[in-house]
């Protein structure tokens, strides 16, 4: 009897995000994104049954199913499975199972938790059914199933971290996006890298539809943004690839001053009341994901972790026991 249990990453996004977006990309002398795995993981487990029911469970959201066969479960409308079901659609598995879902993510945390554990699913269902997936083929199909949930476009660079691990450089152009893997510099970040949740969800404070279209019918100040993005994203790069660490705290400015002049919702009270409380302490604050809530990276440069992290949870924040992570560490 086939039995396996999948654990993937999240990860923080350092620079680039929204750059991953088809054809937003190829308008923009091949971007980069740079993202950074972290120990906060979404876990999959696959049991196969003996006849064809179908029992699902989402532990994290608090929801559990049996279904009589596979019809029944895309019929069925529980919202805690819509992922689900995008994956039994594609799949079509002919054999019951039991599968049991979590993820570690704060709900609209902005780690990329769904598009991780998306990842999860589709690796414990190829073993499963022994259809193997090169790599890029499976960040496509995450990205397109994650579409048919979300009703609206998805980027890609969330999927490579809960694959590879370590720090990600995804660079997008014609062919697609084609991903540099470096391990985790344990100098860059040991004792600089703090995570802290708002205590609440982001809610996309940039729409990237919008945005897109916005790009696409020659508004002169998205180009420009989008321009200015696509820099600091570089800059990132470099300045990781040269250990240069002094530049962070102003890419991460630079990215902040560009991304509020899209939309001001990418920030919000609680995340410039966590920047101001960083900054007193000598610390940067970076906006996880499409921002207006959800998690923030506190970047240390003096090794202050414990504490800011004092002050952050004093003040009510909480802070996250997560680093960054590679597969096999």
């Known amino acids: 009897m086939f039995e396996i249990q999948i654990k993937s990453p999240t990860r923080v996004d350092l620079a680039g995000g929204t750059l991953d977006f088809w054809p937003l990309y190829l308008f923009l002398n091949d971007p980069v994104t740079v993202n950074v795995a972290i120990d906060i993981f979404t876990y999959a487990d696959l049991r196969e ?5 179908i029992e699902l469970e989402s532990k994290d959201l608090k929801a559990k199913k049996t279904y009589d066969d596979l019809e029944a479960a895309l019929r069925d409308t529980e919202p805690a499975f819509d992922l689900v079901r995008a994956h039994l659609r594609y799949w079509q598995p002919k054999k019951g199972f039991t599968l049991s879902t979590r993820s570690e ?3 609209g945390g902005g780690l990329g938790g769904s598009s991780s554990l998306c990842i999860s699913l589709l690796r414990a269902f190829s073993a499963w059914l022994k259809s193997p997936l090169e790599t890029y083929d499976m960040v496509r199909l995450a ?8 009703l609206k476009p998805t980027g890609t660079q969330d999927y490579f971290p809960p694959i590879f691990g370590g720090v990600n450089i995804i660079t997008y152009g014609a062919p697609g996006p084609r991903v540099e893997v470096k391990p985790i510099d344990r100098e860059i970040f040991e004792r600089r ?7 609440h969800s982001h809610n996309s404070g940039i729409n990237n539809w919008q945005v897109i279209k916005n790009w696409l019918d020659g508004d002169a100040d998205t180009r420009m943004i989008f321009a200015k993005l696509a820099e600091v994203s570089f800059d990132m790069k470099d300045a990781l690839l040269r250990r240069d660490l002094g530049r962070l705290p102003s890419l991460f400015a630079r990215e902040y001053e560009a991304r509020t002049a899209i939309s001001s919702g990418f920030s919000s009270p609680e995340i410039r009341r966590l920047a101001d409380l960083a900054r007193s302490e000598g610390a940067y604050a970076k906006i996880c994901g499409a921002g207006g809530g959800g998690c923030v990276l506190i970047w240390c440069p003096d090794r202050q972790v414990n504490e800011v992290s004092q002050k952050c949870a004093a003040a009510g924040f909480s802070v996250l026991a997560a680093a960054p992570w590679e597969t096999g560490q």
């Open 49 to 53: 049954g003996s006849g064809k029911t």
């Open 105 to 107: 993510s704060p709900i």
């Open 143 to 150: 990205s397109h199933l994650e579409a048919r949930v979300l």
């Open 193 to 199: 890298f703090l995570l802290v949740y708002t205590g």
